[in-house]
């Protein structure tokens, strides 16, 4: 008895110094597993009970349970702080400065090309006309030929183009869509065709090797010159405001007949006059005119039973008179001085 006694109060005193004296977490492990263990100095210690008398078993036994609970406690307490010690190392090590001002988040913007483009869509969108879409590697058939243009005709000389091979071309105008259209529908059809074109041009502040054109279409029976003269006006006070006024001129397409250039009231300087209208009040937006009866007859379409009416315009020319801008090259050199002003 007096010596199991002496026993518990020599662990006690070896557990403490050792665990006081401990350096880092794997020790502490150590130590837990030395005296708490299954094979450990405290668990030992219960299998000595059998040697003691039933009387006094009771005693030893709660002097055990007391010193396993402050065996474990001390591990705890000690195992916590070094706990708390790797947290606040770590702290130091990944301190982080929140007076530091942040990174700006720059916004995308929509691009000046795009926006025109849009905004001439939903002008027409809103009139009933569907966006129509067509390849930019075409089919001469498409470009030229469907299109009143046939080999040899001089209107081929109007407009430089950039030959794949026999047969194959980067498109010069949206108006193959037209076509493409007409193939596939039956009228009436209302159509809008934006779209990238291309011409084999010197690249200067005013022309450019690819540029982005709308086209807009509308077949029905008993469409006149007056629904486009309608249309043209409407158009042009939507697009450049309410005062706008329209002049037409006659001009020759191969695919209308007959043709017309539209000129929209100048913007700029209230048609009074300025540099850009050339002191006319006048500024030249789109090409336009009836569908010649040979591209609605290569549409499929009979010239006798239906009319129609085709519109087309440059974006780029639109958005240089829209924002001021003198240099067409700025809108395809991705320079985000410029793009960011939009
Ligand atoms: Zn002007």
């Known amino acids: 008895m007096f010596e199991i006694k002496s026993q ?3 662990i006690k005193v070896d557990a403490e110094s050792l665990i006081r004296s401990c350096e880092n977490k794997n020790e502490i492990e150590q130590l837990r597993v030395r005296f708490l263990g299954k094979k450990g100095v405290v668990t030992a210690l219960y299998k000595n009970l059998k040697d003691i008398t039933p009387e006094q078993r009771p005693e030893v036994g709660d002097l055990i349970n007391t010193l396993k609970d402050e065996v474990a406690r001390e591990l705890d307490c000690k195992q916590s702080f070094f706990l708390r010690e790797s947290l606040r190392s770590r702290l130091v090590e990944e301190e982080l400065d929140v007076t530091l001002p942040g990174k700006p988040v720059t916004l995308g913007r929509i691009h000046p090309i795009t926006k025109v483009l849009q905004r001439v869509i939903d002008i027409f969108q809103a009139l009933g006309f569907s966006v129509a879409e067509g390849p930019e590697i075409e089919k001469e058939y498409y470009n030229f030929d469907a299109l009143n243009i046939p080999s040899h005709h001089p209107a ?6 950039f030959f794949i091979d026999v047969g194959t071309l980067l498109r010069t105008h949206t108006s193959p869509v037209q076509i493409r259209v007409m193939e596939n529908r039956k009228p009436p059809v209302r159509v809008i065709a934006p779209g990238r ?10 022309s450019y090797c690819l540029f982005h054109q709308v086209e807009g279409f509308y077949v029905d029976k008993h469409v006149t010159f007056a629904d486009l003269k309608g249309i043209l006006g409407h158009f042009s006070r939507e697009m450049f405001g309410a005062k706008t006024a329209i002049r037409i001129r006659p001009s020759y397409f191969p695919f209308t ?14 048609a009074k006059g ?6 006319t009040g006048w500024l030249e937006i789109l090409g336009a005119g009836m569908i010649h009866p040979a591209v609605l007859k290569a ?19 639109t958005a240089l008179l829209l924002y001021g801008i003198n240099d067409i090259r700025l809108f395809f050199e991705n320079d985000m001085r410029f793009l960011s002003q939009f």
């Open 8 to 10: 518990i109060s020599k």
């Open 156 to 161: 081929r000389d109007m407009q430089d183009t």
């Open 197 to 206: 074109v291309y011409r084999n041009e010197a690249i200067n502040a005013r």
């Open 257 to 270: 007949e007959p043709s017309l250039e539209c000129d929209v009231s100048c913007f700029l300087c209230s």
């Open 274 to 279: 300025c540099r850009v209208c050339k002191y």
């Open 299 to 317: 549409g499929g379409f009979d010239p006798d039973e239906v009319q129609g009416y085709a519109f087309g315009m440059g974006i780029e020319r």
